[in-house]
């Protein structure tokens, strides 16, 4: 007998195709994990991807608290705190009182840290764009739609919680 001669059935082909798209994650994760080892190591040889992680983020968000860097990145206070202090050792953040709470303080990139992300990024400048030239816009739109989607919790052509 051959594989067609026993039909696979809906909830088989759909744990098949649920497991080859986590294998295709787990792929793209550790892809990403190795820039993200690379660019903490052009930063500043021996950084810690967790550091450089945080650092990116306090880039992204422009300014930052310790305990938004917390719960952002899902780690303790105190974690989050030793982080910062070693990368205010870097001088790659400074931290200023936040007007608003003297007890806090807000966490901006230094200029030597701004300039140390730019040379650190700037191998992968680029690639995702030119990983994507050959791709139709209306794919590159279909694949942010269902990753948002999936990140979200929703279903793709289904409004979410926030759209609804």
Known sequence: MTAADHPI?????????????????????????????????????????????????IARCEQATVSMLAERMLMDK???????????????????????????SILRLTPHGQERLALARKPQEGMLMQSLTDWDIDDIESLTRLLHALASGGTPGMPTAAQG
Do not use: C, W
């Open 78 to 104: 105190g974690q989050a705190s030793r982080t910062v202090r070693e990368l205010e050792d870097l001088d790659l953040v400074e931290r200023t009182a936040d007007p608003s709470d003297r007890r806090s």
């Open 9 to 57: 059935d809906a909830s088989e082909a759909r744990t098949a195709a649920v497991r080859a798209l986590e294998a295709e994650f787990s792929d793209l994760i550790t892809h990403f994990r190795r820039l993200i080892l690379e660019n903490a190591n052009r930063v500043s040889p021996g950084m810690l991807p967790g550091a450089y992680k945080a650092f990116t983020t």
